[in-house]
């Protein structure tokens, strides 16, 4: 075979790709049929291209990549170093607290309760996965009364499932998160484009940490009841969350 | 960050992340300093948001990627680098048989990537944004900054190496 001059290789690979005008791909394949050498090179470069075409699925991001990217410009994000002692409003809020419950020794308890922000994140991370993997519960239905025998035939305490379609939460499904080495129930609602994972968990630590507004960009509300911690993650935004925990209470 | 970028930001540089990934991916050649490479690149993108005027956000983003892991390359890789621009091999007549298009045809997904991450840096870039991408030529040079010419030798260059990769190896 004659070996194939630089011109001749770069005309095959432009017809190959759709780069050829109409006048250009005439003369192309009058050429194709009439030179066998070029027409071999031509089969060869198409059943590369079909080979690479055929064989690669198209790689996607990984989950936990575009979790960071997603963060990246999520608002109002405070940095973690600060997070970690209470802003003025958690103390503010602390204060608050106090002043309703009239006590000193409560106001100290309260005051040295310092936001879990880590915890917090813990949770942030499970509501991400969550919603990254395209499948943010492990039972879909938006009738409670299915939700709560799911969760009955696996926790030995199930959790309360309220619905709150009615002041504009409805329920989407449950989860089993592994919260710090134990499994906990999660509610799934929704909140026009947005989820909110609602775990509970055994109360831990003195409870009633106030958050600061955002934490990682995630809204962050806890609260206790009875012998249950609550912890809603959500994106979005944190007055959307104080609702949603004043319905959820408002039920009990 | 205010809401506005971040809004912004969601609807030009997060659609386009995968493509951003697969480009590092190819480019770095394992997931750990791809996953470095897009990242450090979302966030030049979010800095250089306010400079976007529209257009072709997807080319954008991969324009800010390949700079980004090329300069990643450069001090990781320099020895890959170095070697490659840009000798114009095409005139080079094939020694030996000419491959077999049954063994091309026959190829799997991992004699392909081989074939592909051993290809000089620059032309590997150009096949994926050719074949992975489905970028015209004209986009591919307005990626890569270089003229329309050496995309078109770059391109031929590397279905060369890969043809004589795979007919050998089958």
């Known amino acids: ?252 | 960050m205010k809401a506005l970028s971040s809004d912004r930001f969601a609807a030009t540089v997060v659609p386009h992340l995968d493509d951003a990934y697969a480009l590092a991916r190819w480019l770095t050649g394992n997931d750990a300093d791809a996953q470095d490479v897009v990242q450090e690149a979302c966030l030049r993108a979010l800095q250089g948001l306010d400079r976007f005027r529209g257009g072709n956000a997807r080319a954008w983003l991969l324009a800010i990627t390949r700079n980004t892991a090329f300069t990643w390359l450069a001090r990781n890789r320099p020895k890959a680098l170095a070697a490659t621009e840009d000798i114009d091999d095409l005139e080079t007549p094939d020694e030996g048989a000419t491959p077999e298009e049954a063994l091309i045809a026959k190829s799997d997904a991992r004699a392909l990537e081989a074939a592909i991450d051993a290809l000089p840096p620059f032309c590997k870039e150009t096949l994926v944004l050719r074949e992975i991408h489905e970028l015209s030529y004209r986009e591919i040079a307005d990626i890569t900054g270089v003229a329309f010419g050496t995309v078109m030798s770059r391109l031929a260059r590397a279905r060369k190496a890969l043809i004589t990769a795979l007919g050998k190896e089958g």
Do not use: C
């Open chain 1, 1 to 252: 075979m004659t070996a194939l001059t630089r011109d001749e290789l770069l005309l095959l690979n432009a017809a190959l790709d759709g780069e050829l005008d109409a006048a250009a791909m005439l003369s192309f394949e009058k050429r194709l049929a009439e030179t066998s050498d070029f027409a071999a090179e031509y089969n060869r470069l198409k059943t590369l291209q079909g080979a690479i075409r055929r064989e690669f699925i198209p790689r996607v991001a990984p989950a936990d990549l575009r979790a960071r990217v997603m963060a990246m410009a999520a608002p109002a994000v405070s940095p973690r170093r600060a997070t970690l002692a209470p802003n003025w409003q958690a103390l503010a809020a602390s204060v608050i607290i106090a002043a309703g419950l009239g006590s000193l020794s409560t106001w100290l308890v309260v005051k040295t309760s310092s936001p879990d922000i880590p915890f917090a994140e813990l949770l942030i991370d499970d509501h991400k996965r969550g919603l990254l993997s395209g499948q943010p519960f492990d039972v879909a239905s938006a009738d409670r009364h299915k939700i709560k025998p799911w969760f009955a035939s696996r926790f030995a305490l199930a959790p309360k499932v309220e619905d709150l379609e009615a002041q504009g939460f409805p329920l989407a499904g449950g989860r089993i998160d592994v919260v710090a080495g134990t499994p906990a129930p999660v509610l799934l609602y929704r909140h026009n484009e947005h989820y909110i994972s609602l775990t509970a968990l055994p109360a831990r630590g003195n409870g009633a940490a106030s958050f600061p507004s955002r934490v990682d960009g995630y809204a962050v509300e806890t609260w206790r009841e009875g012998n249950t911690d609550y912890w809603a993650i959500s994106d979005a935004d944190p007055a959307t969350l104080i609702k949603f925990r004043q319905a959820f209470e408002g039920r009990s």
